[in-house]
Structure formats: structure tokens, C-alpha cells
T-cell receptor, first 113, second 112 residues
Framework: GEEVAQTPKHLVRGEGQKAKLYCAPI?????VFWYQQVLKNEFKFLIS????????ETGMPKERFSAKCLPNSPCSLEIQATKLEDSAVYFC???????????FGPGTRLTVL | GENVEQHPSTLSVQEGDSAVIKCTYS??????FPWYKQELGKRPQLIID?????GEKKDQRIAVTLNKTAKHFSLHITETQPEDSAVYFC???????????FGAGTILRVKS
């Protein structure tokens, strides 16, 4: 596709429940990124992939967050045992190659109650 | 790690005036500097970018200038229009890195 797609648009979870978000990068793009935008607008990098391989996971809270990009499937970001502070908009982005422009998806708004 | 500071946090201008937003960064290895515009509830959209081998780039009413020595870059919007109202984010990409480090954002309000 010509745009990054993300599902679902909104997700509501009770504290302690699992949340799973999906991202389809632009066709032909090799790199996928996940960013978290909290209410104060601040963007936080979580993880990046080069095709199906993790490229940089320095931003991931590893004890509860995991992510995958498998061939012929949407990429996913999963949060086990959600906490109130996980409430945010999660954006996926993709780029054609290393150091190229990153194009963002519409985001998934996660609300943890 | 990289630190990006963005100023001002809010900016109100009259329609037709110019708006300037400035970002400073800390890592001299940074070599790609995009600007994103984000409207309420929408995705960030790339509006202009510049690489470290260029000092200035212009696209119609939007321009970006880069001073690598001083480690700062600025977004210039001329002849502002109400539809320019949004949150603008600068970002920095390090050479051999691939993650964007964002500034805190500037809320631009264009009053008609």
C-alpha cells in the first residue's frame, strides 16, 4: 500500500490485560519503527526492524513489551499486563532504507483503565 | 544519547506573518533533520527535511536552515495561513542510527 496502516484505531484495556497492535508498512519499505506518543505530545522511540529482524530495541520496556515483524504478516506490538502509564498513541512508521524519510501510520490510541 | 530542544513551545502569529521554530541538538554525528506537522488526532506528516551537507532548503512557503557548527536548525513558514495551525516537531537522525529523536513540539496558532 501507499500509506502505513495501523489497526485498531482505538483500544481500551483494563489494567493488567494484554494489548496487541498491528502495523502494515508501505510496500517495499524495509524498515519499521514503533513510537509512543504520550499526552504531553512527547514521542518516545520503542523499537525498529529491518525486514523481520530487530534493528534497535533500546526503547522497549522488555519485561512487558514485545514486537515482531514476520514475513507476509502485519508487524505487531504486544503489551502484556498493561499499566495505566501505557495509555498513549502508538505510531508505526516505515522507511524505504537506512536513513530515509519515515512515513507514519494513523496511530492506535490505547487507553488503560 | 541525543538530546533535542525545541523552542518556542507555543507560537501565535497573525495570518500573513512569518513563523520561526528553532531546534538545537547535541550529537554532532546527526546528519538528517526532518520537520513533521501533526494536526489534532492525526498522524505526523513530513513537511520538509534537510541533510547535513546542505545549509538551506526551501519548498514554497516553508524553508529549513541548518547550522552544523552551532548544532541548530530552524523551520521558517512565510505568509502563514489558518490551516498552518498545528503542532510542529523537529527530529534528528544520527549517522548509522535509524531512530528519530524528536523535539517536544511547538503549538502554532495562526489567527485570522
Amino acid at each position: 500500500g501507499e500509506e502505513v496502516a495501523q489497526t485498531p484505531k482505538h483500544l481500551v484495556r483494563g489494567e493488567g490485560q494484554k494489548a496487541k497492535l498491528y502495523c502494515a508498512p508501505i510496500k517495499g519499505h524495509s524498515y519499521v519503527f514503533w513510537y509512543q506518543q504520550v499526552l504531553k505530545n512527547e514521542f518516545k522511540f520503542l523499537i525498529s526492524f529491518q525486514n523481520e529482524n530487530v534493528f534497535d530495541e533500546t526503547g522497549m520496556p522488555k519485561e512487558r513489551f514485545s514486537a515482531k515483524c514476520l514475513p507476509n504478516s502485519p508487524c505487531s506490538l504486544e503489551i502484556q499486563a498493561t499499566k495505566l502509564e501505557d495509555s498513549a498513541v502508538y505510531f508505526c512508521a516505515s522507511s524505504q532504507s537506512w536513513g530515509f524519510e519515515q512515513f507514519f501510520g494513523p496511530g492506535t490510541r490505547l487507553t488503560v483503565l | 544519547g541525543e538530546n533535542v530542544e525545541q523552542h518556542p513551545s507555543t507560537l501565535s502569529v497573525q495570518e500573513g506573518d512569518s513563523a520561526v521554530i528553532k531546534c538545537t541538538y547535541s550529537d554532532s554525528a546527526s546528519n538528517y533533520f526532518p520537520w513533521y506537522k501533526q494536526e489534532l488526532g492525526k498522524r505526523p506528516q513530513l513537511i520538509i527535511d534537510i541533510r547535513s551537507n546542505v545549509g538551506e532548503k526551501k519548498d514554497q512557503r516553508i524553508a529549513v536552515t541548518l547550522n552544523k557548527t552551532a548544532k541548530h536548525f530552524s523551520l521558517h513558514i512565510t505568509e502563514t495561513q489558518p490551516e498552518d495551525s498545528a503542532v510542529y516537531f523537529c527530529a534528528v537522525l544520527k549517522e548509522y542510527g535509524n531512530k528519530l529523536v524528536f523535539g517536544a513540539g511547538t503549538i502554532l496558532r495562526v489567527k485570522s
